[in-house]
């Protein structure tokens, strides 16, 4: 069962910020945030491994609560470039998952100058 | 320098014609995977190799066959497409079970 993001669609001005939330009915062992441009592959941003994790790359940043099988990417400031397509890929608990990740339906965020 | 390269870029073929999509990785990882991405941007992973052994087999119909000759290679051969088969198949790689490299896609449009 695929996890499920929320909102579907967001868009912003230049400068504001968002926050995407992915939840899962299944205990999870990773969270993966992708970013994939209209027509493009999807892009790596981060990977949370732990309950309660959160990192940072430049203004964008996610934190992951294993207990609630829910992970957020906050996006702070967002530029231009940040429009596309995330997606977030859950691994589930259990050590038998081998990497297969299960991705969202995907949230469409728009940036407008 | 491309990492995850894949061909070819664009297919379009008729019904019942069987193809083939190409895919190589040159970061050294030791797991790579084909994914289905359909019309509503939905990602399904298909298969998956870990030093060239199957490790995932979604389910997906028995036309769909991969083979990965080496580590840095795994292709993917379609028999008798289907119209459902229309999609974008990317390939991606990765160390072990962390983050996944995407090659650009293949479009495959049957018709």
């Known amino acids: 069962q695929q996890p499920v993001q929320s909102p579907q669609a967001v868009i912003l001005r230049e400068g504001e910020d968002a926050v995407i939330n992915c939840s899962s009915s299944?205990?999870?062992?990773?969270v993966h945030w992708y970013r994939q441009k209209h027509g493009e592959a999807p892009v790596f941003l981060m990977i949370l491994l732990k309950g309660g994790e959160q990192k940072g790359h430049e203004k964008i940043s996610a934190s992951f609560n294993e207990k609630k099988q829910q992970s957020s990417l906050y996006l702070t400031a967002s530029q231009l470039s940040y429009s596309g397509t995330y997606f977030c890929?859950?691994?589930?608990?259990?050590?038998?998952?081998?990497?297969?990740?299960?991705f969202g339906q995907g949230t469409i965020l728009t940036v407008h100058p | 320098d491309t990492a995850v390269s894949q061909t070819p870029k664009y297919l379009v073929t008729q019904m019942g014609n069987d193809k083939s999509i190409k895919c190589e990785q040159n970061l050294g990882h030791d797991t790579m995977y084909w994914y289905k991405q359909d019309s509503k941007k939905f990602l399904k992973i298909m298969f998956s190799?870990?030093?060239?052994?199957?490790?995932i087999n979604e389910t997906v119909p028995n036309r769909f066959s991969p083979k990965s000759p080496d580590k840095a290679h795994l292709n993917l051969h379609i028999n008798s497409l289907e119209l459902g088969d229309s999609a974008v198949y990317f390939c991606?790689?990765?160390?072990?079970?962390?983050?996944?490299?995407f090659g650009p896609g293949t479009r495959l449009t049957v018709t």
């Open positions: 299944k205990a999870l062992y990773s």
């Open positions: 890929g859950t691994e589930d608990a259990g050590g038998t998952s081998y990497g297969k990740l299960t």
């Open positions: 190799y870990n030093n060239k052994e199957l490790i």
């Open positions: 991606a790689s990765s160390r072990h079970t962390g983050e996944q490299y």
